[in-house]
């Protein structure tokens, strides 16, 4: 079950392109809308923010401490700066405790295929899988054991992940997330043998060059 992580942040009232003094004090600009409320600007203190999001990621709450008022809240969109990554702006989604939202959460392989040990190459057809459930039932991910991939016609699908009872998954449970794929040499050498073998072309100059030996 997810866990609410505390964000302390304040009312902003500065916008458009001012924000930019705002990002040379260590201060970055953000917003939190959603759950029948208008948007409301905020800004959060860049070393507080950036610890946030290497723990919450995506899909685990962040309480978003605005005064003596609490705004749950998930983290939709990041925006950084090309080269250097700095983050610039956040959006936050608040949320109602008991209602249901969706989010996508990683899918996380451990263990090791028996198909390796033929030469192989472990496969991942499906990098995440959207979820919904209610904000305190959040997962931070999934993990698939891919011990269970024997040979190469084993493959695990979607309706094979397990999840908590109270995480619904949205994602398509005949949607492939992990197979060992045979090695391709293998492949070009069933097609090497295959192939038709190639006719010998006799120009008009080697015909006449046996008929003379055969003359002579």
């Not at 860049?46 to 946030?52: D, F, K, M, S, Y």
């Not at 997962?139 to 991939?149: H, N, Q, R």
């Not at 994602?171 to 492949?187: N, Q």
Request: glycine content about 6%; cysteine-free.
């Amino acid at each position: 079950m997810a866990q609410q992580i505390d964000l302390p942040a304040q009312q902003r009232t500065i916008t458009g392109k001012k924000v930019s003094q705002l990002r040379r004090t260590g201060i970055i600009p953000a917003v939190v809308y959603g759950h029948h409320k208008a948007a409301t600007n905020i800004q959060v203190d860049e070393r507080a923010l950036h610890q946030t999001l290497m723990r919450a990621g995506m899909n685990r709450l962040i309480n978003i401490q605005l005064g003596a008022e609490g705004v749950m809240a998930l983290v939709r969109d990041i925006q950084r700066e090309p080269i250097s990554q700095r983050v610039v702006h956040v959006d936050f989604l608040a949320v109602a405790m008991d209602e249901p939202i969706t989010a996508n959460v990683p899918i996380h392989l451990e263990g090791v295929a028996p198909a390796l040990d033929q030469g192989g190459t472990l496969l991942q057809a499906l990098a995440e899988i959207e979820i919904r459930a209610l904000p305190a039932d959040l997962i931070a991910g999934v993990t698939v054991d891919v011990s269970k991939l024997a040979d190469y016609d084993a493959v695990i699908h979607v309706r094979d992940i397990q999840v908590p009872e109270r995480v619904e998954v949205l994602t398509d449970g005949d949607e492939l997330v992990a197979k060992v794929a045979p090695p391709a040499v293998e492949e070009e050498e069933v097609a090497a043998e295959e192939a038709p073998a190639t006719p010998e072309v006799i120009t008009e100059t080697e015909t006449q060059r046996r008929r003379t030996e055969r003359d002579d």
